[in-house]
């Protein structure tokens, strides 16, 4: 198998299919799984778990005399059928179950497995105090998804199987358990209290939970249906904040999906180390405690709000609706990570709704640039966890939005209601989305699904635009960048889409009004010519912004500017504030400067302010400082992050003022603290002492400590960034030490791979020492913030610790990543010192440059 494929122009794209991938099926099925009861005793300061698994099956057909069940490490004790002890073989892998009696169909049968298990690899995690972080709470999770579920318990472990379940586990008190379903029973015993509870619809394996702990609980209510929010005692506040717009959000989804909340219950367990955001199991999500808002973060933090209707979401696309193979995942988490762009659109407007939507797109787009590409839907790879990355969560939401625009509002919900009303409590693929799209709508979208989710990429236009005024014609010429110019070539990567083109008209300072055509785009090359009463104002391609897409517009200066100004979509105004960014000179600078002031919509002032970092003239400066004034937080951001790339005296005088007088934002104050050490580290005429910048990042790092570290991580940012310096080395090490909060631990062990670039040989393996020691850690964030550190040194050595860390982790995604930052080490190695110099001697070129074309514009300005 190729580690690479081409495309007909030589773009290389790395494979999703790494060595060893190969097709995945479901298992022939022995009958279905009726119901699975657990009966659980947790031994929490031993990590163990002993306990029995009780798994009624119906036999599909007669004669099977052999089960096999999914079971990881764990120690099997004896197995029952009807009561009857049976013969087994166990691997540590597969439980080979030997039927004394083989099957009858349809005749039930009752297996019972005796089983324990201790120090579990994955699936069941126990969170307790030790020597570094004694106030560490108690606690004890289960994360299924996506074949997990077999460290815990012997099981059919794949999304096909749907049955009822039960757990009923004890727990020492004052501890809480929290499971599935309704609470049937408890019942005390001594120092110790047992909880019972039923699940009575039917869901996989993947989504069967408990969650223990001494949790604060929270009661709200949905149509008189329990809502709950459990946290660490101390933090009701914070639940409350961050979680308690649940009960609304269950109202929006069961009338966009046009099926009322499904279970008896919605619980939301905040838990201590998660190692996702979130996870959807059935009426009861678990999330990370690192959601949780203080009043502060709960100022410029969506990212909580977003998680709370995602995996509420995943209650109806994923739970209610179970998708039967981990090939369709994108049905899913498409449609969850989507109602995220729903509710931000009920919620904050259509405005919000689309920068979100943009945001989503660019996270699929880096990945398939810089990562890999690949169809959607695909059975081969190495592990399930591999396909959850960009393309089936943003990608899939774009793809849903495509749908939607396709069929118009009212038919796209009618066609959503039909798809989960049709298949609830049933296992479905991409296929019975399209069905229920025809059969609500009479569509048929294999077309767009052939393009978007059966093959990997998307189109990439440049759209040019010239009037003629005798002639009165637009003419507008459209070319698939993505596609070969080799007109023999195959055309396999075209698109064919019927894109609206908009001509903008707009009297008087009024808002703008579209003339709209919709042309097919399906060669690489197309012109259309478009007859106008006059010319217009400005152009928009795709009007709305609806199709997923990377857009080149090479317009002329006056109609960008218009367009900036005009457009009434906030994506097609940010479009236009990057074509005129690559333009450059001072008349574009004016009208970003402008557009920083004036926009009325946060996400375009955004974007603006990081366009106007790009063009290269010092009155670049006077144009952003403006903004660290502005009301929005997201725009102090974004300004103090284009400031940083400017790298003078003045933007670092500027931004020390931040870090200094603080700011109402945690993440500007992050990104503040992160742009000294940037600028500190260019090659400035007035450079800042290096002792006075630590001196300063030193200050940040004892006096603000607070909501997720994320200050305290902006200045170990900061601090990577003076790459000579040891005194910088020294003090991100002392903060990589067992004992200093998690999140700011990670950053730090992160950052040492970026400080190592600069440093001295010795340095550079007291570094390799310290993240070989830091590999041997089990905790899964840590052997990710290590292999983050690795893939960014420049240093051969690198390769042995990630090979070593990939070869011995129990989990998939570091398996991948540990080879992606090898290759990505590799690639690195090839830059030797003297290209290096050759690039700082560029970039003080660059200044030099800029200095005088700033008062050649300046001169030509007066001149004018």
Known sequence: MSYYFFDTENHHYKSFELPGAKPHYNPDRPGQVEHIFLDLDLDISNQRLQGQCNITLLPIRNGID?????????????????????????????????????????????????????KPQRGIYFIQPEKHYPHKPTQV????EDEDSRFWFPCFDYPGQLSTSE????????????????????????????????????HPTYLMTLAVGDFAEIRDEWNGKPVTYYVEKGREADAKRSMGKTPRMMEFLSEKYGYAYAYPKY???????????????????????????????????????????????????????????????????????????????????????????????????????????????????????????RHIYEKGSCVYHMIRTELGDEMFWQAMQRFVQDNAHKTVETIDLLRAIEKASGRNLLFLFDQYVYRGGHPDFK?????????????????????????????????????????????????????????????????????????????????????????????????LKAQLEFDPHPTSRIYAAEALAKKGGLEVLKALETALQKDPFWGVRVEVAAQLAEIKLDQAFDALVLGLKDENSYVRKAVVEALATIKTHASYKAIKEVVEDGDASYYVEAAAARAVGTIAAASLEEKPKEEKVLKLLKTVLEEKAG???????????????????????????????????????????????TVSVGQTPANVERILDHLAELAKERFFLTQVAVLTALGNMETSKAISILQSLGEQTADGRVRRYAEEEIAKVQKSIGTDSAVKQLREELDQLKQQNQELRSRLENLEAKAK
Not at 293 to 308: F, G, P, Y
Not at 326 to 349: I, L, N, Q, R
Not at 728 to 745: D, F, M, S, W
């Open 463 to 559: 759209v040019a635009y010239s009037w003629d005024g005798d002639a009165k014609l637009a003419k507008i010429t459209v070319t698939q960048t993505q596609a070969a110019s080799d007109n023999n070539a195959s055309n396999s990567n075209l698109f064919d889409l019927k894109v609206p083109i908009g001509f903008g008209y707009s009297q008087n300072g009024a808002p703008a009004e579209l003339k709209i055509f919709k042309v097919r785009v399906h060669e690489r090359e197309q012109t259309f010519y478009f007859p106008l009463p006059e010319k217009p104002l400005f152009v928009s391609f795709d009007v709305g912004n609806n199709f997923l897409k990377t857009v080149s517009l090479e317009y002329p200066v006056p109609e």
């Open 267 to 389: 619980a939301q367990v905040c838990v201590d180390d998660f190692i996702f955001g979130g996870m959807e199991n059935t009426s009861t999500t678990l999330l990370t405690d690192r959601c949780l808002l203080d009043a502060k973060a709960a100022l410029d933090n969506r990212n909580t709000e977003s998680l709370v209707v995602h995996e509420l979401a995943h209650q109806w696309f994923g739970d209610l609706v179970v998708i039967k193979h981990w090939s369709h995942a994108w049905v899913k988490e498409g449609m969850a990570s989507y109602s995220e762009v729903m509710w931000t659109e009920h919620e904050y407007g259509a405005d919000e709704a689309a920068y979100y939507r943009l945001g989503e797109a660019r996270s699929y787009l880096a990945e398939d640039s810089g990562r890999y590409r690949r169809p959607m839907v695909t059975h081969v790879y190495r592990e399930a966890i591999e396909l959850y990355d």
């Open 141 to 144: 999770w289960t994360q299924g």
């Open 167 to 202: 757990i009923r586990v004890r727990v020492p008190k004052p501890l809480i358990a929290i499971s599935n379903g309704e609470l049937i029973a408890t019942e005390e015993n001594g120092d110790d209290k047992v909880y019972h509870w039923l699940q009575q619809q039917i």
């Open 707 to 753: 909501w997720n570290e994320v200050v305290r991580s902006g200045a170990i940012a900061g601090l990577a960034k003076l790459k000579t310096s040891e005194a910088a080395l020294n003090l991100i090490l002392e903060y990589t030490k067992a004992g200093v909060p998690q999140p700011l631990r990670l950053a730090a062990i992160r950052a040492l791979g």
């Open 66 to 118: 052999r089960l096999i069940l999914d079971a990881v490490n764990l120690n099997i004790e004896s197995v029952l059928v009807d009561k009857v002890s049976q013969k087994f073989d166990y691997d540590g892998q597969k439980l080979s179950v030997k039927l004394d009696s083989p099957t009858i169909a349809n005749k039930r049968i009752a297996i019972a497995i005796a089983y324990s298990v201790q």
